[in-house]
């Protein structure tokens, strides 16, 4: 007989009255779950020293964050400090914008006023500004390459353009930007905002409108192949030509624009460089012997007694030398010397000794140098020869190429053996190497060959590559190196004697051969 399912089913429980049995079972178990608790802590080390690296981690990582998000929002609230879209930029070189708004001048001069007034202070003379101008900063800051504004016929298309430039340093402190400072990039921009290629709420802020560069030349370094990318606003039907033109007619002469190329929409000028390529241009005087060269400047009155290594010779001293030395020619040996010295460098090696600030021990010291390589001598029009150098790598350190051509010079002129540039090269060996004067440093061609493979996906678009000498581009290069740069150098060193200076300082005053270790300080 079956049993009666009344008789046999647990009793039902509503949900109320199962949510209070479980809260009763939990209070009551309690105490010895603290206990428990308690028991597993002290039998270990305290909380607080548990907890300690955790909490400091934890914190750090918090401070970081809010380091990063509050200097993102600072660059994209202010315009770059060494731009001419501040006011203080403008008057500290003369420069006249009165196409901007009120409200750009505005907030340019709310950002001049951030280093002389509190943060409170600043955030409240800019908030209107700032507002105004937020909205529509926000829908320009893409990475869209067609995206367009202003409705109507007018309609302007945002693409990624590369630049390939031409400059000469002598004026600039450098080509990045600096505050305070006359730099390439800030000509080079204020031209894209005069051009209409860069809106004005873009304007002052590089992040904003993708700016990119193959590389940052030093004071008074030149260059005949600078690559640099931005996203530019274009008419309908601009051509890139129109935009070259159009460019050079808002740059000072030094600055040129030699081709304007269409990219993709993820180039960047900086990571995608394979190759860059270096000219070094050495006088044939600083390759005479030592004896002869300071017999030279001792009868011309030029000794080392109360001399600056930052200004040693006066401008009439520097003209007596450069009448003396002006018509020397390098020997075959001096040559053959230089070309063994610079060839050392090939390969990859630590240049820890040959760049500033690097350790022997950092992986940045590693560098890979392709061909370092002597070309004939050429002569310019003022009698003095000239001694070109090139040297192909993928990249370099800060100072790294003035270092080893003064190191080469030296082995050429007889003072070190050559041997002192393995020397140099090993990560056992710290010595001192002077630097090369920048008046003779230039870049002049960079390669693009990993980017043209890359993007045959957009067979529309051109390829980066400067080399075919039956191009308009290559004849457009090849004039400004020959033609203005390089006539550039021999008028400076006229002019102003770097290379006197230079091979003065380096036998009266550093002594080289101490600096290698060759001999004793005393």
Not at 58 to 73: D, G, L, T, V, Y
Not at 338 to 348: D, I, N, P, R, Y
Request: with cysteine; glycine share 4%.
């Amino acid at each position: 007989m079956p049993t009666s399912s009344s008789s046999s089913s647990p009793p039902q429980v509503d949900a109320q009255t199962h949510k209070r049995n479980a809260e009763t079972a939990l209070a009551s178990d309690a105490p010895a779950l603290e206990a428990n608790a308690d028991h597993r802590t002290h039998s270990h080390a305290p909380p607080s020293e548990l907890e300690a690296p955790k909490q400091r981690k934890k914190k750090q990582r918090k401070e970081i964050k809010f380091s990063h998000r509050n200097r993102a929002k600072q660059d994209t609230e202010t315009p770059h400090a060494g731009s001419y879209a501040t006011r203080s930029m403008r008057t500290l070189f003369n420069v006249e914008l009165p196409e901007l708004s009120p409200a750009s001048a505005a907030t340019s001069s709310a950002a001049d006023t951030t280093a002389d007034t509190t943060a409170a202070d600043t955030a409240a003379a800019a908030a209107d500004t700032v507002t105004a101008v937020h909205d529509e900063s926000t829908k320009l800051n893409t990475d869209a390459p067609d995206d367009a504004h202003d409705n109507g016929s007018n309609k302007k298309a945002k693409k990624r353009a590369a630049f390939f430039m031409g400059y000469l340093g002598t004026n600039y402190t450098g080509f990045q930007m600096n505050e305070d400072q006359r730099t390439l990039q800030a000509e080079f921009e204020l031209a894209l905002f005069r051009s209409h290629l860069i809106s004005e709420q873009n304007f002052g802020y590089p992040n904003k409108y993708g700016w990119s560069t193959s590389g940052r030349t030093d004071k008074g370094v030149h260059a005949c192949a600078q690559v640099c990318s931005a996203k530019i606003e274009l008419a309908p039907d601009q051509t890139v030509e129109q935009v070259r033109d159009t460019l050079n007619q808002h740059l000072p002469a030094d600055l040129r624009v030699l081709d304007v190329v269409k990219v993709t929409r993820t180039f960047c000028a900086k990571t995608q460089r394979d190759r860059v390529r270096y000219q070094y241009m050495i006088p044939s005087f600083v390759l005479m012997d030592p004896a002869k060269l300071a017999s030279i400047f001792t009868t011309a009155g030029c000794t080392a007694q109360g001399r600056s290594p930052s200004n040693p010779l006066t401008a009439d001293e520097v003209a007596l030398i450069q009448s003396h030395v002006k018509d020397y020619r390098a020997t075959l040996e001096q040559r053959e010397q230089l070309k063994k010295a610079l060839q050392v460098f090939e390969g990859t090696h630590s240049f820890h000794n040959y760049a500033k600030g690097v350790g022997a021990k950092e992986a940045r010291a590693q560098r890979y140098i392709e061909s370092f390589q002597v070309e004939d001598p050429v002569v310019f029009e003022n009698g003095m020869e000239w001694i070109p150098t090139q040297v192909l790598g993928q990249s370099f350190l800060l100072n790294q190429i003035r270092k080893m051509v003064c190191m080469a010079m030296d082995v050429a002129r007889g003072v070190a053996p050559l041997e002192t540039v393995e020397k140099g090269l090993s990560k056992d060996n710290d010595i001192r190497v002077n630097l090369a004067p920048a008046q003779g440093l230039y870049m002049e061609m960079a390669y693009y060959g990993g980017y043209n493979r890359r993007k045959q996906k957009n067979p529309e678009l051109k390829d980066l590559d400067w080399t075919d000498e039956k191009s308009a581009v290559y004849q457009r290069w090849k004039e400004f190196r020959n033609g203005t740069l390089m006539k550039h150098v021999g008028e400076e060193e006229e002019r102003e004697g770097n290379f006197v200076k230079y091979a003065f300082v380096q036998d009266f005053i550093s002594k080289p051969r101490r600096m290698y270790q060759l001999e004793d300080e005393s």
